[in-house]
Each structure stands twice: as structure tokens, then as C-alpha cells.
């Protein structure tokens, strides 16, 4: 929406578990094309970021790289980390295969996960660079919808994790939803305004993020799919943003939702009261109108009910 970037602002993955048998994964010793060499169709991790380094590379899953030679899947290309067991212990990838593959921190694939689309190269995130653990090709290329791609979420139930587009970094993050939510916070509200109005503010975070991940058709140019873009075409988000004053009003409002019709409402918002352009009133909130009404006595139930019409708080 081209209207958020006259908001207010200029302005790490969770885990997310699905059903499934694991994948059965053949021994070091028989997997195919392991040579060190980044092939088309391969998947292939480096030693050293940027995509430095020695390579080890695979065409399938592996749920449990194993930790001591001879056993261990190694770097088998030539190079910094050279023969050393790949887990733990690989800083950046490059997905040539034509299905997007999922990192993961533990074994079996569990635990938390960054997703790389058919062609994508970049390095891991901070939560999985050394600490990588098993992968798996999660679904086919062409166009088709990857695995994970859609919430667990719905207009009554929270979502468990939101998939936001680190555009900058070229890569999406999937992230607990109540991290995301406090990580947005303080970079679209003023941290030293009325506590209403950060209650206010966190309403509307919370349920923009809660409706692009029911609703999202977004696709990033290397084909994976995300809920909302990190920076002011979505709301910003900056991993390790959260302050105590506006984390406890994310907490105090975290049971609270607004429904239109019965529907999770996309709770829009912009700095002023002339701001928004042509947006429709009742539709979105002034941010400074929020500070304003708090600072006068408001409840952050009524700056919410005076500026999107037609809502149920609940």
C-alpha cells in the first residue's frame, strides 16, 4: 500500500512444526553428485558467508548430517572448512534446485527454519549461521505455492508465526508473531507516549499482521512466498527493537482483536488526521491522533473505536 510511507515511521525465526513423516535420507557414502561442486539442480551449503568457501552440496533432504568423521556429511570442496562436518558449521547457501529447501536448527527437521526459493542464494540468519542442523527440499518449483506458506492462523485464532520479507537482506524470515508484533512497535509508535495510545498502537500492529497472514499473495522475485515486507510498505520491523514500554503494551492487549463482519479487520495507520490521502475514513487511525486522545483521558478501546468504524473489540 504506496499510503504507508507517509506514516509515522521511517522506519528472528520461530520455530513452526508441520505434519509429516520425515524424509528417509540415504547415507553419506551413497549420495549422488557429492563432489564439492555447486551443480544446477543441487542445493549446497558454504563454509564462509556470502557464499565463500569450501561447498557441500545435495540433490535431497537430510535429516541428521551427523558430528564426527567418517560418518558426517563434510565440505567436500576446496577452501576454508574444507573436510570439516557441515553442521554447526555453515555460514551462507545457494538453492540451484528447482524446489525451495528449509534450513533447520535441530535435527529432523524441527525446530527453527529459513526457507531459500528455487534459485535463491544468500547467507543464513543470525539464529542459523554454525547452527544448521538437517534440511529439506519442501516443495516443487514452476510456480506452485511452498510448503509453510500458509498460516495456521484464522479470523478467530491467532497465527503461530508471520513470514516477513527482509528485503534489504534479500531473504524471508519466519517469525514468532507476538516477536514480530513487539519488534514493530516501537518503530511505528513513539515509545514516550500515553500508555492508551501504545495500547492503541499495538491493536492495529497486531491486527495488520494477523490479516496479510490470513490474507497474503506475495511473492518475492526468487518465488518464496511472505505475509509482509520489513519495512513502510508493510509496517517495520527491526529484530531486537522491543522496549519494555511498549513490549508491556503488546502484552496487555495481546487477548484483544478487531473484526469487521466477523472478519479480522485490516487495521490501517498513518501519522496524521491528512496524512492518509484518499484513504476511506473509519478505515484507518492517526498515530498522533492516538497520543492525543490518550494524553486527553481516552482508553485505547475508545481511540480505536473513534477512528475504525463499523469494529467489534472483542
Partial sequence: MSPRSVRLSAGVAAAMMFGGALLATAAPAAAAGRD???DSGEFCYYFNSNNQGSVSDFTSSVADYATTQPSCYDFKGPG???GQCIKNSAASVWNRSSKTVRVYFNTGHAGQYQDFGPGSRGNLSPTLKNQNASHQFVSGGGGSTPTGCKTDGSDTRLPTTILVYRKSLGRVERVDFKTYVKNVLPNEWVSS??????KAGAVA?????WYWALHSN???PGGQCFDVYDHTSSQVYKPGSAKAVTSAAVDAIWGTRLTRNGKIFRAQYCSTTTACGNWSDGDWMSQYGSRDKARAGWSYAAILRHYYRGIALG
Fill in 36 to 38: 564439492g561442486v555447486c
Fill in 80 to 82: 576454508a572448512g574444507k
Fill in 193 to 198: 507516549w500515553p500508555a492508551e495510545s501504545l
Fill in 205 to 209: 500492529v497486531k491486527n495488520f499482521g
Fill in 218 to 220: 506475495k511473492k518475492t
